[in-house]
């Protein structure tokens, strides 16, 4: 799968599905059937199985993995983890910003080491954010207090508002123009700004709820409470769409909106079972903007996140609708959903996540978050961080090898120039050995060893330790040359089992043109001192011509 390399800046996440050709398709798509998938079960850091383990292998899925898991490692992050739980979280291609149930803020780096760490509230945090530049970094928490941290010289910013905030944003231009939004259980969403005589604050909305999940991108506001998803543009002081909490849908409190910015025009708002696509617009006249539903999936699963994945591709976590209550038990899936045609959309892939303490998690408690740089996602549970990347060409090599499709990652080794190709190659053999499938591997040798002097050099014993080395004799190379003691055994073979033709055969043939490859002296005495033993005629005859050849070859040596 090809990630996009297209970037939330707002939120560090990957962006960038192309929703061109749904602008004109109806906004109501077909649920994506939980039952049309085959759930995998995940675990982290898999190990590619011995060559004892491929009868196992056998019994494995035959689709192909479209994501492959790790866990985040890094002394910080682990120190975390075992110390605190995640209750917020964002990305930025600078860092990753945590936020703990005891109230601190941890900033980490990529490598998962801790930067910095700042005690902020004396409650549980509940939203993170950093600005475009990252050099701001704001939470909230039931405190009532907004705390913004300077990442360039350490100094904080506090505000107490007196009741609990549940979401804040930083203004994408907040270096600048120090603005920020915040809401909460106040049922407010509210613009603070740093201006001549102080800081002032305007009331954007209120009355409809607590707010929930704010995020800003441009000039565009968007925020979430318990009857929906409102976007204001802040340049102009206009509200431009409205989009409805959809009826069908469990209690607000239970599955909370998330939204994204996939790109300067286009929120995804997933709420429950259901995942819209807003598109913002300008008007005919370009005076002002208006937001259109150009896409609406309804789904068999609820899901507590969700992002494009690359072109026509999303990616989500959640839960199928009998795993929804308020204490699952069972591990989070991660998703992976393909657009067919105009008004379908197909989950083409459902891994469950072995991911720490999952059994105590609640379905609201999972985030995902993306990265910029390499196209990895990030599984966000209250104890653990995995890592999702889509799997490239050497995860393609190594499943085919595990499906015994040896061909298939030869040539896909080749068409790629991998230096996988020898390990490839001995794979192989040793499957066709281990079968009992010698002659076969004979057959393939020199398509197979090719023109590796060490892969001859290695399985010229093989054949010979397994009684096959005739086998392979017409096509061991003389170009590229191997080591004399590889002819050396060779004809040593040939002598003790008596293939005396062969013997004179190969006594020519690998004394002229490039030379003597093998050791005329050594096989020089051999042959005379079975000549000494040998009572049958035809047989002296041959060891006799062999002793000519070679003493014509000592000669001309």
């Known amino acids: 799968c090809h990630v996009c390399p297209s970037y939330n800046r707002d939120r560090g996440c990957c962006v960038g599905i192309e929703m061109e050709s749904l602008a004109d398709s109806p ?35 035959d689709d192909e993995p479209i994501l492959k898991y790790s866990r985040f490692q890094g002394a910080g992050i682990q120190d975390i983890l075992k110390q605190y739980s995640i209750t917020a979280i964002t990305a930025h291609e600078k860092m990753m910003v945590i936020g703990s149930h005891l109230g601190a803020i941890h900033v980490l780096d990529w490598s998962g080491e801790e930067i910095r760490r700042i005690a902020c509230h004396s409650s549980a945090v509940n939203d993170v954010d950093i600005d475009i530049t990252g050099e701001y970094v704001a939470s909230c928490a039931d405190d009532g207090k907004v705390s913004i941290l300077s990442l360039f010289d350490g100094s904080t910013s506090e505000f107490d508002f007196k009741r609990p905030v549940l979401a804040v944003c930083l203004s994408p231009k907040y270096s600048s123009n120090k603005k920020f939004a915040y809401g909460g259980k106040g049922e407010a969403l509210v613009v603070s700004a740093q201006g001549w005589f102080g800081r002032s604050e305007t009331i954007v909305h209120q009355g409809e709820g607590p707010i929930t999940t704010i995020r800003w991108r441009g000039s565009f506001l968007a925020w979430a409470n318990s009857a929906g998803v409102k976007v204001y543009e802040s340049h102009t002081h206009q509200r431009i769409t409205f989009v409805p909490r959809p009826k069908e849908l469990p209690r607000a409190d239970m599955y909370p909106c998330t939204l994204l910015w996939a790109n300067d025009t286009d929120l995804w708002i997933s709420w429950g079972t259901s995942v819209q696509v807003c598109r913002i617009s300008p008007s ?82 999972y985030k995902i978050v993306g990265v910029p740089s390499d196209g990895a996602i990030y599984l966000v549970a209250p104890r653990d961080v995995i890592v999702a990347r889509p799997r490239d060409r050497d995860d393609h090599i190594t499943w085919l090898k595990q499906k015994f499709r040896f061909e298939d990652a030869l040539t896909c080794a080749h068409r790629e120039r991998s230096q996988r190709v020898v390990e490839v190659t001995n794979s192989y053999l040793e499957y066709l050995f281990k079968c009992n499938k010698v002659s076969e591997a004979a057959k393939e040798a020199k398509r197979l060893l090719g023109e590796s002097k060490d892969l001859w050099e290695s399985w010229m014993f093989r054949f010979r330790d397994a009684g096959h080395l005739m086998d392979i004799l017409d096509c061991i190379p003389s170009h590229p040359r191997l080591r004399t003691s590889m002819y050396d055994m060779v004809v040593s073979e040939l002598l003790a089992h008596d293939h005396f033709d062969l013997l004179i055969q190969y006594i020519v043939k690998w004394s002229n043109g490039s030379g003597k490859l093998f050791s005329t002296d050594v096989l020089l005495v051999a042959v005379e001192q079975r000549l000494q033993s040998e009572t049958l005629p035809a047989a002296r005859e041959a060891l006799q011509k062999c002793i000519d050849l070679l003493q014509g070859n000592d000669q001309r040596g």
């Open 27 to 61: 906004a109501a798509h077909s649920p994506v059937p939980a039952s049309s998938f085959q759930l995998r079960e995940r675990t982290i850091e898999q190990e590619e199985p011995e060559s004892g383990e491929e009868e196992e292998a056998e019994d494995e899925e």
């Open 284 to 365: 005919a006249h370009q005076s002002h903007h208006y937001g259109s539903i150009i896409a609406s999936i309804k789904l068999d699963f609820v899901i507590p996140g969700i992002m494009p994945f690359g072109h026509d591709r999303a990616i989500a976590v959640g839960y199928t609708e009998k795993q929804t209550a308020m204490q699952p038990a069972e591990k989070p899936e991660l998703l992976v959903l393909d657009r067919r045609g105009a008004n379908k959309w197909q989950v083409v892939s459902s891994d469950a996540i072995s991911v720490r303490e999952f059994q105590r998690a609640r379905v609201s408690d």
